[in-house]
């Protein structure tokens, strides 16, 4: 019965293992709703920030702030990787990670370097190993991530960007699609894409307190610190929703090992039994 | 009566969004009552109150630590920000970011340690389960 026992004992450590999975997979179903619910609670300010710059863009044709304008060479990009602090999420990170680092390798092999600010711990695990030079990151941004403690990376990259070290910034992250799909992302920061409200002329202009500079220079770091912020809101509703579902694939396969286990343990059992039996009927017979 | 629409949206959260008669909130050069149909004006805003007369006469305050306030004609929009936010503030913040990622690559010996000590730990794990075989196979 020694082969019995093991299996009994390998039963009882799937089945534990099961209950964590279980766990976690519960734990993070509730937390992608919250997430959700501020990813919902933050829209209506991205929305209002790109109606004013959009009527800014409308109204203002004499003065073009610098993160505006697309830079003629390019010799220094700047990226801003958000990950997740954790890991048991899939491959969530590693998506996201492969896309990032060929698009740094695309940059790289044209001559142009490449700064990094890091939110997040997988990502800073990640590209600390790697010849990338880090400038800023920030780690451990809990459940509720709130814009202040994004803002220091931010400006790190909007000095450099204004500064001019870089001439490019990038923003990697994974985007919420649904519970299901979660789409690895890299967005164009700066200089800002033209969009289609972003464009065109008018022939009113705004008053301005105190001048036009100060205001756009504000309202544009503002938004970007408003984009940057909706993608580690986006991020972190995607890393619940891909552990989610690992966790859920974990827990059927424990539960599909505990039934080929079981089934291995009682044919053990029955053989066991078996040979008992035969064993004993011998031993009568040679009686 | 005229009233117009005012939207104030934090980067967190909706803070208010309705019609008011009057809108009174502390730009950078003062003061500003804003009536409907007031000339387009963008202006930065300071800490401070921000009160709105409601269309039944009964006045509402709003906290906001900073902020844009725009005004078309017929809508008033505040962007309030959530953190206290000044330029020494905002700067100490960055330098803090920058060293985080500092100690993060100073730890890179700690990373090297790491990795050792797990290559050393898989050969340890290897040689006991060698052991045990030869402890099974000479048990048979």
Redesign the interface.
Known sequence: MAGAREIRTKIKSVNNTRKVTRALEMVSASKIRKAQD?MR??R???R??R??IG??AH?NVEYKHPFLVERETIKRVGYVIISTDRGLCGGLNTNLFRKAISDIRTWQDKGVEVDL??IGQKA??LF??LKVN??????HLGERP???QL???I??ML?AYSGGQIDRLQLVYNDFVNTMTQRSTIDQLLPLPPSSDLAGTHA???????DPE??LE??LT?YI??LV?QAVLENLASEHAARMVAMKAASDNATKAIGSLTLVYNKARQAAITQEISEIVGGAAAV | MSTIRCDIVSAEQEIFYGSAQMVIASGEAGELGIAPRHAPLITRLKPGQVRLLLENGEEQFFYVSGGILEVQPSVVTILADTAIRAKDLDESAALKAKDEAERALANRADAMEIAQAQAQLAQAVAQLQALEKLRRSLKH
């Open positions: 501020l609670a933050s209506p300010y991205s209002a920030m109606q004013v009527h800014l109204a600010v890091c800073v695990q600390r190993r880090m400038v800023g990151s920030v780690t709130q814009i202040a803002i220091g990376v400006k790190v000095d009113w202009d705004y008053l301005y307190e105190p100060t205001v504000h309202v503002r610190e408003s912020y």
